[in-house]
């Protein structure tokens, strides 16, 4: 009997313990649940489950500090590993990852994956919900919306009246029509542009070799990765471009 009594005794106890350890259980997913959402952002609706990683959110997204420098020029960086790719691609000229489908190659696994599915695949798997244009980067798309749908002109120039729908269009404005900026050369011969666009005009126009990339998205990445051809053909397209000029100048003498 007394071994019994001991028996059930122990028995409640350990029930008796483990309801605790059960409520401790679920108030500690209660308190991580709290913790998770008692960080919020002041500035957006993000939230975090420690305070450092709220505080470089608003550095880094909000206030748009950049605190990784580069060693080699005035280029600076959110995260150190940004900053790597970036010393990687420019300054050392690592081009690692090679195309498997043709003579391009990338600094990172990422670009090269990408130019294969835009220019070799042709995927356009971002449609736009608004009509039937689709495009190969959610980026683009969002880009879309905004500027053709939404009709928004969100950034403004500082130097004149002129507004656009990106910051990139901005920055472009500024370089070309206020510096006065020809940054984007032609890999095949010696013309160069304000605008990436202008050059893929140029390129279509002037260089028949590149006439199947008719996407002008996949021109661009193509000339981006791609080696100026050998001295000779250059030497023949600039003869031959000099040529028609002189020709369409005598004729319109």
Known sequence: MYKKARSRSLTETQEGRRAPIRRAACCSSMV????????????????????SSMRAHVRTVHEKQRDQACPHCAAAFVRA??????????????RDHACP???AAFDQAANMTRH???????????ACPHCNAAF?????????????????RDHACTRCAAT??????LTKHVRTVHEKRRGYACPH???????????????????????????????????RT?????????????TSTSTSTSTSTSQSS
Request: charged share 25%.
């Open 189 to 223: 011969c010696t013309a160069a542009f304000g605008q990436t666009g202008h050059l893929a005009t140029h390129v279509r126009a002037m260089h028949k070799q590149l006439e199947q990339l008719d996407d002008e998205e996949d021109l661009l990445l193509f000339m």
């Open 32 to 51: 991580k649940e709290v913790k998770r959402k008692a960080h919020a952002c002041p500035r957006c609706a993000a939230t975090f489950t420690v305070s």
């Open 101 to 103: 489908r043709c003579a």
């Open 81 to 94: 590993d940004v900053l790597a790719k970036h010393v990687r691609a420019v300054h050392e000229k690592r």
């Open 226 to 238: 791609s080696a100026p051809p050998a001295s000779s053909t250059s030497t023949s397209t600039s």
């Open 136 to 152: 190969g980067q959610a980026i683009h798309l969002t880009e879309h919306v905004h500027t053709v749908h939404e009709k928004r």
């Open 164 to 169: 656009f729908g990106l910051a990139s269009s």
């Open 116 to 126: 294969v599915r835009l220019v070799h695949e042709k995927r356009r798997d971002h």
